[in-house]
């Protein structure tokens, strides 16, 4: 019996590697960040990856992946960015038509790279342009309700039918979130076009691990977002850095620069690698940033404290702002109002997420998905 067990472990069918197309929104770096996890998961499998992004997402997977990958640059289609709600209306009916024709223009590039290469699967995070009707596609999103700033209820409606249509042409959409006690709100839950029970909920994706480690930092403060609010944003905070005590750490988002400075209990980074933000974020006591989604996911699994401030415009941070302010998990405000003096008093009477986040589990459901297709 002992002999035919080590027989057939000796002669074990060895697992079939697979060239995989990894497609990659570029509106700012969390698509990036949150697939990275995916990535390095079907490489250690011994799969051949093709990753197609743009721009600084695009640099960002080259610093941290380098020659593991091959890369391909493709340009997505622009973000709907809005300074009120009037503007956001207006800029609609332009940037939906921009948005198809660029979509056409992606596939039509992946096309020609499909007919020279032969792939096994497509998986796209936040692209729609990166998916092909010949090979297995699967679409990561959290977004499968797409916000306004009136909450028109029609508009987002409209949303969710518009993804329902897209998403047929996908094998299967992949939810970074919970189905129960979520992180996203009404982004992908409580749908009403969409079948739940068609998308699947995978938990966290975080390319951070929760380190037990002591709080030393007392406010590790991340400046980001596109110009001119990046700099709005910095110059808000600065001003108001000498009502925090305590040990402070700032980065400035500014990945073409390389300067620390030290003054006394600070310390400012233009730009922060992801082992040396991990180790911050793991020390930190609280968090001062934009709520983006993939700062979310990081946040849960390190279970830090925050005070969120949306970058103005961006209908989806502050849609999340306002959500965790109401859950009590996070506490937000406009960047026009911010007071650090009365802010952090409320940071403070907040929860953070509490439950624990384990994105290893979270990945190991995405390649069950992927590998029965």
């Known amino acids: ?28 770096l969390g698509h990036s960040t949150r697939s990275l996890p995916v990535i390095r998961k079907l490489i250690d499998e011994n799969n051949k990856i093709t990753i197609i992004s743009n721009g ?4 960002l997977l080259k610093k941290e992946l380098a020659d593991k990958v091959q890369y391909i640059d493709i ?11 009037r503007q956001f209306i207006a800029k ?23 007919k020279k290469n032969h792939y096994d699967i497509i998986i796209s995070d936040g692209r729609y342009d990166i998916y092909n009707k010949e090979i297995p596609s699967f679409f990561i999103s959290h977004q499968m309700r797409i916000m306004n700033p009136l909450r028109i209820k029609f508009l987002e409606t409209g949303s969710e039918i518009f993804n329902k249509f897209f998403f047929k042409r996908f094998k299967g959409v992949i939810v970074p979130d919970y189905k129960e006690d979520d992180l996203s709100g009404d982004l992908s839950h409580n749908l009403k076009k969409i079948d739940t029970e068609k998308l699947n909920y995978v ?13 030393d930092i007392d406010y590790l403060i991340s400046i980001s977002g596109p110009e001119p609010q ?25 990945s073409d620069e390389k300067k620390e400075i030290n003054k006394e209990s600070i310390k400012i980074y233009s730009f922060l690698n992801k082992d040396k933000r991990e180790d911050f974020l793991n ?43 109401e859950k009590g998990t996070f506490y937000s405000v406009d960047q026009k109002n911010i007071d650090l003096r009365k802010d952090i008093i409320k940071v403070n009477n907040t929860t953070g997420i509490k439950r624990k986040c384990n994105v290893k589990k979270s990945v190991e459901k995405i390649m069950t998905i992927i590998n029965s297709n």
Not at 56 to 59: D, I, N, S, Y
Not at 235 to 252: E, P
Request: proline content about 4%; some cysteine.
């Open 92 to 114: 609609s009916i332009i940037y939906w038509p921009l948005f198809i024709k660029k979509m056409e223009s992606g596939l039509q590039k992946l096309t020609k790279i499909v």
């Open 283 to 325: 020390r930190a006591k609280i968090v001062i940033s934009r709520s983006g989604y993939s700062t979310l996911l990081d946040l849960a699994v390190t279970g830090t404290k925050a005070l969120f401030t949306p970058t103005p415009g961006q209908i989806e941070q502050e849609y999340l702002s306002e959500y965790h302010n």
């Open 75 to 85: 340009p997505d289609y622009p973000m709907l960015i809005s300074d009120n709600s």
């Open 203 to 215: 938990g966290v994706l975080s390319d951070f691990k929760n380190r037990n480690t002591k709080k």
């Open 1 to 28: 019996m002992i002999f035919r067990d080590r027989f057939l472990i000796s002669f074990r069918i060895p697992k079939i590697e697979m060239k995989i197309i990894y497609g990659i929104c570029s509106w700012g």
């Open 230 to 254: 990046r700099t709005i944003f910095e110059k808000k905070i600065l001003s108001q850095l000498r009502y925090l005590n305590g040990n402070i750490i700032i980065t400035l988002g500014k």
């Open 56 to 59: 600084r997402a695009l640099e």
